[in-house]
Every structure is written in structure tokens, then in C-alpha cells.
Nanobody
């Protein structure tokens, strides 16, 4: 079955960096666009970034553009989110996501807290 497992979150200070990882299994990883979303308490889930099958095309939400970088390693079935210059507004649970044949699968999420 399709599974996504995020890791790498934590409590960090503003201006620092984190790298999130998402381990994928149960599907042909290299054939699908992968995305990252985040959700802060009391807010709706927000799309953060997406990456095409080979990684040639990357897209970002305006709120993270220039600070976050998405990447993938198809040999390892991994997708990453490098988060730099973190701001308190980035505090959220971060989820990776894949949609196969119209069905969306989310990971369990990893908490990122940016606080001084």
C-alpha cells in the first residue's frame, strides 16, 4: 500500500534551517509528482512545494519561494524539503503528499516549530 513517512522536524530558532525527509513506498515513486503541504493550528492545509517525476520542474508557494528547496532521490524513494531562513510563520505540521489515480495519500506529518 502507498505509504509516506515524514521526518526531520523540530524546534528551531528564526533564521536557521531544517531539512525534512519523506520516505515513500508502495508505488512507482519516480512516476509521480511529489508535494509538501503544511498546516498550522487553526488554519487550513497549505500547499508548499511540488517536484516533478525526475525533478526538473519545481514549484513553490510564494510564502516560501527563495527560502525552501524541494528535491528527490528516485533511487531511494525519498523526497526532501530544505527549509532555510525559517520564520515563526513557518511553524506547522509538514506533510508530504502524492496523488495516484485521483486518490491522495498523506504522510503522518512532522512538526516544525520556529520560535525564539
Amino acid at each position: 500500500q502507498v505509504q509516506l513517512v515524514e521526518s526531520g522536524g523540530g524546534l528551531v530558532q528564526p533564521g536557521t534551517s531544517l531539512r525534512l525527509s519523506c520516505a515513500a513506498s508502495g508505488f512507482a515513486f519516480s512516476q509521480y509528482t511529489m508535494t509538501w503541504y503544511r498546516q498550522a493550528p487553526g488554519k487550513e492545509r497549505e500547499w508548499v512545494a511540488g517536484i516533478s517525476r525526475i525533478g526538473f520542474t519545481k514549484n513553490y508557494a510564494d510564502s516560501v519561494k527563495g527560502r525552501f528547496s524541494i528535491s528527490r532521490d528516485n533511487a531511494k524513494n525519498m523526497v526532501y524539503l530544505q527549509m532555510n531562513s525559517l520564520k515563526p510563520e513557518d511553524t506547522a505540521v509538514y506533510y508530504c503528499e502524492v496523488t495516484l489515480s485521483g486518490t491522495t495519500t498523506w504522510g503522518q506529518g512532522t512538526q516544525v516549530t520556529v520560535s525564539s
